[in-house]
């Protein structure tokens, strides 16, 4: 097998003439002033080694990556019963869809869209304020990542609340079909600050790691979730992971893998290491460009992929 070090620096030399490729996502005010011309990559192997190159010790916005670990929230409270209010297929349309939700009846296609991820917020808001849930996702999150600099952008949470119109409308309509519980202030409240939680290639390849190794973080030796549990949210990954991109991403890359409109996108490969990449300009589905096509080109030199050996 090849050296990671030696493949992440030869990724991170081609990725240099590219950056600043792709297109921020200008519709977040704070994201929109982001600097394109950047590109991180850690990769944190099971046996607890880590390799980075590039601006892997710079903190971005995870946005759409924060529903990994809503979701394992989610399912460690409810179990099985999460799945009565959010669906497991494939979108097949954007991110922030209301048509396929009014066909659907108000339950969501998956937890990854923005939709199954506010249902997901709102079951782990049951018997908690807004700040608690907040507080026990960035406690999990750090939990995790085993380290307490994990921070919430407040700035980018406050920009979020002030242009999220679609997904007001989203929980609003879905509040409608009696498929959110809480308040539409309360459960967008805490889903705009997890979107907002700021962290590095470094941090976030750690906070994966248990589900490259069957639901145990290698590092503290916690056992997260069970073997079977992680091996679901694995599946769920590569599924629904990429939003309308995730056939393609699947096709190319071969692993499980959560983007985010920051441009960062959280990559598994069971039993080998968990993957963080990071470069704002997003493709036209609104993945990291140049991330995407790091991950292709580490998936294919390692040889890891979830499709052969």
């Known amino acids: ?35 394109p011309k950047q590109f991180g990559i850690a990769v944190t192997t099971v046996e607890g080694e880590t390799f980075v190159a ?3 010790a710079v903190p971005f916005s995870i946005q759409s990556i924060s529903k990994v670990f809503m979701l394992t929230l989610a399912l460690g409270k409810a179990g099985e019963s999460v799945w009565k209010r959010v669906g497991r297929e494939p979108s097949g349309s954007s991110f922030n869809s209301i048509v396929q939700l009014e066909h659907e009846h108000g339950i969501p296609r998956n937890p990854f869209v923005n939709a199954g991820a506010i249902v997901v917020t709102d079951m782990v808001l049951a018997g908690h ?15 995790l990542s085993n380290d307490d600099t994990v921070s919430i952008d407040n700035t980018v949470a406050k920009s979020e609340q002030a242009t999220g119109f679609r997904n007001f409308a989203l929980a609003n309509f879905m509040r409608s079909f009696g498929n959110i519980h809480h308040p539409v202030d ?24 248990f589900l490259a190794n069957r639901g145990r ?28 991109g995730s056939g ?13 409109v920051g441009g ?24 990291s460009a140049l991330g995407s096509d790091a991950l292709e080109m580490l998936a294919n030199r390692m040889g890891w992929s979830v499709f052969g050996a």
């Open 129 to 143: 304020q807004p700040r608690e849930a907040i507080g026990e996702l960035l406690r999990f999150v750090r939990y």
């Open 54 to 56: 590039g601006d892997a």
């Open 264 to 287: 960062g996108i959280l990559a598994v490969a069971p039993g080998k290491a968990s993957i963080a990449v990071w470069s704002p300009g997003l493709n036209k589905v609104g993945n």
């Open 1 to 35: 097998m090849q050296n990671i070090q030696t493949v992440i620096d030869s990724i991170y030399d081609e990725m240099k003439n590219h950056l600043g490729e792709g297109k921020v996502a200008d519709y977040i005010p704070e994201l929109a002033k982001i600097d």
């Open 186 to 209: 309360h459960t967008l409240g805490v889903y705009f600050h997890q979107c907002a939680l700021s962290m590095n290639c470094v941090q976030l390849a750690r906070a994966g790691l």
């Open 217 to 244: 973080n290698p590092l503290t030796g916690h056992t997260v979730v069970s073997d079977r549990r992680a091996r679901r949210i694995n599946a769920l990954m590569l599924t629904c992971g990429h939003y309308d």
């Open 248 to 260: 393609d991403f699947a096709y190319h890359v071969g692993l499980p893998g959560k983007s985010g």
